[in-house]
C-alpha cells in the first residue's frame, strides 16, 4: 500500500511549472535592471540649475545598479543551478524509482528496503523543495522591488517632462524680453539723438556769430580763449555771456527730453601740449584742464542747469586735434567741448 501511493505521488509531481518560473524570473530581473536605469536616467535631469551634479549622482547610482544587476545575475545563475540539480536528483530519483518497483516485482522479501530507500529519496525530494520554495520566495522580492522602481521612473519622468516645460518657458520669456529691452533701447537712442540734434541747432543759432565756436561731429567746441584768460579756470566776462545762452539752452532741452531717458551733458576741458607755468597754482596741463571744466560746470548749475545732468572731464593734451606745433595747431587744442550723451 505505501508503494502504491509513493508511486501515485511520484506520477502526479510535475516539475516543468518550476524551471518555466525560473526563466520567468531572469526576464523580470532583466526587466527590473532596464526599469533602474530609466530611473538613473530621470534623476539625471531633475534639477535644471544642478544637471552636472544630479548626471554625477545619477551615474553613480547606475553603477551601483550594474553591481546590482551582476549580482542579480550571480542569484539567478545559482538558481538555474540549484534548478538544475534538482532536476538532476528528481531524474536519479525516478531511476532509483523505477529499479526499486522492479526488484519489488521480482523479489517480495526486497520490498521493505526498497521502501526504505523511496523514503529516504522522498525526504530529500522534499528538502529540495523547500529549496525551491526558497528560491521563490527571493524571485517575489526582486519582483516587488522591480515594481517600486517602475512606480519611481515614472513620477521622476513626470517630474523631467515639468521642468523641461518650464524651461522652454523661461527661454520664451528670456528671449521675448530681451527683443523688447532691444528695441526699447533703439528708441531712446533715437529719441536722445533727435534732442542732441535740436540742442546742438539751438546752439548754432545762438553761438553763429562767434567763429571760435564750433560743431566736431557730436561735440560743441569753444575754444579756451573765449571763456578764459591764459592759465586760468577763471570765466572771463564774455565767457559769461556764452555760457548764460547755453545755459537757457540746456534748461529749455531739459524740459522737453522725457524723464525715461538718462541724459547728460559732459563738459570736456583740453589743454595744448605746452608746460604750465611755473607760477601757475595748477601743476599740471591735467589739473588745468580739469579746473576749467569743472568752472564751466558750477557756472551752469549756477545758472538752473541741473547738477545730475551734468560731467566735468580734464584731459589734459592727450587728445589734441592738430599734432602740430605752430601756435595755430595750439590754440585749436585748447578748448572746451561739451557733449550730449547717456550715462
Do not use: C
Not at 524571485?139 to 521642468?163: M, P
Not at 539751438?202 to 591764459?230: A, N, P, T
Not at 592727450?318 to 550723451?341: C, F, H, V
Amino acid at each position: 500500500m505505501a508503494i502504491s501511493r509513493g508511486r501515485g505521488r511520484d506520477r502526479s509531481t510535475n516539475y516543468w511549472p518550476g524551471f518555466v518560473d525560473a526563466m520567468a524570473t531572469l526576464l523580470l530581473v532583466i526587466i527590473f535592471l532596464l526599469v533602474v536605469f530609466m530611473l538613473s536616467q530621470f534623476f539625471l535631469s531633475q534639477e535644471i540649475s544642478g544637471r552636472d551634479t544630479v548626471l554625477n549622482r545619477l551615474n553613480s547610482q547606475i553603477s551601483e545598479l550594474t553591481q546590482l544587476l551582476a549580482l542579480s545575475r550571480g542569484n539567478n545563475r545559482d538558481l538555474q543551478d540549484q534548478i538544475a540539480s534538482l532536476q538532476a536528483n528528481l531524474a536519479s530519483t525516478q531511476s532509483d524509482k523505477d529499479r526499486l518497483q522492479g526488484l519489488v516485482d521480482n523479489k517480495t522479501g526486497a520490498a521493505s528496503q526498497a521502501g526504505g530507500r523511496i523514503a529516504t529519496l522522498e525526504n530529500q525530494l522534499s528538502d529540495e523543495k523547500r529549496l525551491s520554495a526558497r528560491a521563490l520566495s527571493q524571485v517575489e522580492l526582486l519582483n516587488q522591488q522591480i515594481s517600486a522602481l517602475r512606480r519611481q521612473i515614472a513620477a521622476l519622468e513626470d517630474a523631467l517632462e515639468a521642468s523641461e516645460s518650464r524651461d522652454r518657458e523661461s527661454q520664451t520669456k528670456i528671449s521675448d524680453l530681451g527683443r523688447r529691452l532691444n528695441v526699447a533701447l533703439a528708441q531712446r537712442v533715437q529719441e536722445l539723438s533727435r534732442y542732441r540734434s535740436d540742442f546742438f541747432g539751438r546752439l548754432r543759432e545762438i553761438l553763429s556769430q562767434r567763429s571760435d565756436i564750433r560743431v566736431v561731429g557730436d561735440r560743441f567746441v569753444f575754444q579756451s580763449e573765449v571763456l578764459f584768460s591764459s592759465g586760468s579756470d577763471e570765466i572771463n566776462v564774455a565767457g559769461r555771456e556764452e555760457l548764460d545762452k547755453l545755459a537757457e539752452a540746456v534748461n529749455q532741452l531739459a524740459g522737453e527730453i522725457p524723464d525715461e531717458i538718462n541724459w547728460v551733458l559732459r563738459v570736456d576741458g583740453h589743454t595744448d601740449a605746452r608746460p604750465v607755468s611755473p607760477t601757475s597754482r595748477f601743476r599740471s596741463n591735467w589739473e588745468l584742464s580739469a579746473a576749467r571744466a569743472i568752472s564751466v560746470v558750477r557756472y551752469l548749475i549756477d545758472k538752473g542747469v541741473d547738477p545730475k545732468r551734468l560731467v566735468a572731464a580734464g584731459f589734459g593734451s592727450n587728445q589734441p586735434l592738430d599734432d602740430g606745433t605752430t601756435d595755430e595747431a595750439y590754440a585749436k587744442n585748447r578748448r572746451i567741448e561739451l557733449k550730449l550723451t547717456t550715462r
